[in-house]
Nanobody
Framework: QVQLVESGGGLVQPGGSLRLSCAAS????????MGWDRQAPGKRRELVAT???????NYADSVKGRFTISRDNAKNTMYLQMNSLKPDDTAVYYC?????????WGQGTQVTVSS
């Protein structure tokens, strides 16, 4: 099993930036991919970005060019740098880890983009 703890959410004005962090503990050696999902009020949860253990990344079309996913293996931490934020980015952001026995999520962190 893996435990995931997100941090870094908050309130930001349109056009601003935030960096989310996800600290992983437990069976981290079994993780083959990590990522971020988000869920806005009244909407389905959607994939935002993923990164594999080899560093390959993938992004939702809605965030390409604005968000960057990265990981620091020495710190067992994954990041999501979010720039040029829009009101449509408002959501609860969840850290996700994929292992052979299934996927795990953190508790989520709220990101609100509003003036």
């Amino acid at each position: 099993q893996v435990q995931l703890v997100e941090s870094g959410g908050g309130l930001v004005q349109p056009g601003g930036s935030l960096r989310l962090s996800c600290a992983a503990s437990g069976s981290i050696f079994s993780i083959y991919a990590m990522g971020w999902d988000r869920q806005a009020p009244g909407k389905r949860r959607e994939l935002v970005a993923t990164i594999t253990s080899s560093g390959n990344t993938n992004y939702a079309d809605s965030v390409k060019g604005r968000f960057t996913i990265s990981r620091d293996n020495a710190k067992n931490t994954m990041y999501l740098q979010m720039n040029s934020l829009k009101p449509d980015d408002t959501a609860v952001y969840y850290c996700k880890a994929d292992l052979e026995d299934g996927s795990y999520w953190g508790q989520g962190t709220q990101v609100t983009v509003s003036s």
